[in-house]
Structures are given as structure tokens and as C-alpha cells.
């Protein structure tokens, strides 16, 4: 079975152009991760789904960033305009969250993509 | 404080040594996440717990609730175990990440 795929695995753009990144999760995971990741540094959570809501965008900079998760399955990633201190990799990971009267229980393994680095000129 | 620590943040070892990297917490969880990123590399999972212990060829994962600490062991170390080490508890439906050991085995 294919694993969390991303694209594009790298993009180069000159500032204020805009990007976007795609990610598909594993088949049957409800949860989908947007990560951020500076060099030497670890993830930063920028955007969580619960299938197709936004549960946790706390992180997001929403002057500029902005996702999807169209049908609760694939998700897109969006900057614009983009700066240069966006240069980074962004990561996608996936994972399934089980439910039990209603309640969600713990994350569950997390899958992650290969991510995409972007880079800012 | 952070909510997720871990030791060392950096660990230098020869090849055969045992290895055990600490992650301690201070936040209720459901679970306690151990991951890999090799240098340049994706985030692999490797160990996911909630009690007990858990064993993945030479890795082995421990988690005591009680004293809010696991451990992540490595039997047999070897140059490809080379990377970052990292530790996420699960607490409220979030992920709280440690920043990471950066382990280097060398030959």
C-alpha cells in the first residue's frame, strides 16, 4: 500500500509569488497533519483534520497560509503571498483516530510524507 | 518547562553500544509516540505505547505512567542508526513534541 504521498518534493519561487502543496494520506485515515520544519528543528503543527474540519489551526498564519481537505481525503497546503522566512519543509502525516461513544481516543501511529522544501528567493 | 523533555539532546557511540535516549512528560497522555528522521530524510514511526513495553527488532520501547517517563533503547548499535530521535506524547487530542536527540553511531 502507498504511504503518505507529497508533491512537490521541492519548489523554488521568488517572494510574494504563491505556492501550493499536495498531500495524499494512507487510505482510511481521518486524521491528516500539516507540519512545518526548519532545519535542525523539529515539526511545528501548522493546520490538524478530523476528516474534513479543521479541528486545530491555532498555528496557522491565516494572513497568508491557507488549506483544504476537500472530501476528507486528499489536502492542500496553500502560500500567499509567499516570504522568505517560509522557506522550510512542509510535512504531511496522516494517521487513524478510533472513536468510542462518540469520544476520539488516542492519535494513533502516525504516517508521515516525505514532505516538500520550499524555498524562497 | 517543557511539557515533553528529552536526554540527551545529542549522544556520540560505537558501534555495538547499547543505547537508551529518555523522554519524560509532564502532561496526561493516551499514548507516547518514539519516531525517527534520518539526516535529510522523512519522519518514520517507530514506536507508538500506552503501558508495558514494546520491541521492534534491536529497538525496544518502555513507558512507566506512574513516573511519566519512556525510554527508547537500541541493542546492537550500528552507523544506520544514525538520526534524530524524536518523542510526541499524545495528551488531549494533540501532539506534544520533544525536540529531539541527535544520535551518531559510529563505526
Known amino acids: 500500500e502507498a504511504g503518505v504521498v507529497q508533491s512537490p518534493r521541492y519548489k523554488i519561487i521568488e517572494k510574494k509569488q504563491p505556492v501550493a502543496f499536495w498531500c495524499n494520506p494512507i487510505?482510511?485515515?481521518?486524521?491528516l497533519y500539516w507540519y512545518l520544519q526548519n532545519l535542525g528543528q523539529g515539526p511545528e503543527l501548522l493546520i490538524r483534520?478530523?476528516?474534513?474540519?479543521?479541528?486545530?489551526d491555532s498555528q496557522l498564519p491565516k494572513d497568508r497560509f491557507s488549506a483544504e481537505r476537500l472530501k476528507g481525503v486528499d489536502s492542500t497546503l496553500k502560500i500567499q503571498p509567499a516570504e522568505l522566512g517560509d522557506s522550510a519543509v512542509y510535512l504531511c502525516?496522516?494517521?487513524?483516530?478510533?472513536?468510542?461513544?462518540?469520544?476520539?481516543?488516542?492519535?494513533?501511529?502516525?504516517?508521515f510524507g516525505e514532505g516538500s522544501r520550499l524555498t524562497v528567493l | 518547562k517543557n511539557e515533553v523533555e528529552q536526554s540527551p539532546q545529542n549522544l556520540t557511540a560505537q558501534e555495538g553500544e547499547f543505547i537508551t535516549i529518555n523522554c519524560s512528560y509532564s502532561?496526561?497522555?493516551?499514548?507516547l509516540h518514539w519516531l525517527q528522521q534520518h539526516p535529510g530524510g522523512g519522519i518514520v514511526s517507530l514506536f507508538m505505547?500506552?503501558?508495558?513495553?514494546k520491541k521492534h527488532g534491536r529497538l525496544i520501547a518502555t513507558i512507566n505512567i506512574q513516573e511519566k517517563h519512556s525510554s527508547l533503547h537500541i541493542t546492537a548499535s550500528h552507523p544506520r542508526d544514525s538520526a534524530v530521535y524524536i518523542c510526541?506524547?499524545?495528551?488531549?487530542?494533540?501532539?506534544?513534541w520533544g525536540a529531539g536527540t541527535k544520535l551518531i553511531i559510529k563505526p
Open positions: 502525516a496522516s494517521s487513524f483516530r478510533a472513536w468510542r461513544g462518540g469520544e476520539p481516543l488516542n492519535t494513533g501511529e502516525l504516517f
Open positions: 487510505s482510511g485515515h481521518n486524521t
Open positions: 483534520y478530523e476528516n474534513e474540519e479543521a479541528v486545530d
Open positions: 502532561v496526561g497522555i493516551s499514548a
Open positions: 505505547l500506552s503501558s508495558g513495553k
Open positions: 510526541a506524547a499524545d495528551s488531549n487530542y494533540q501532539l506534544i
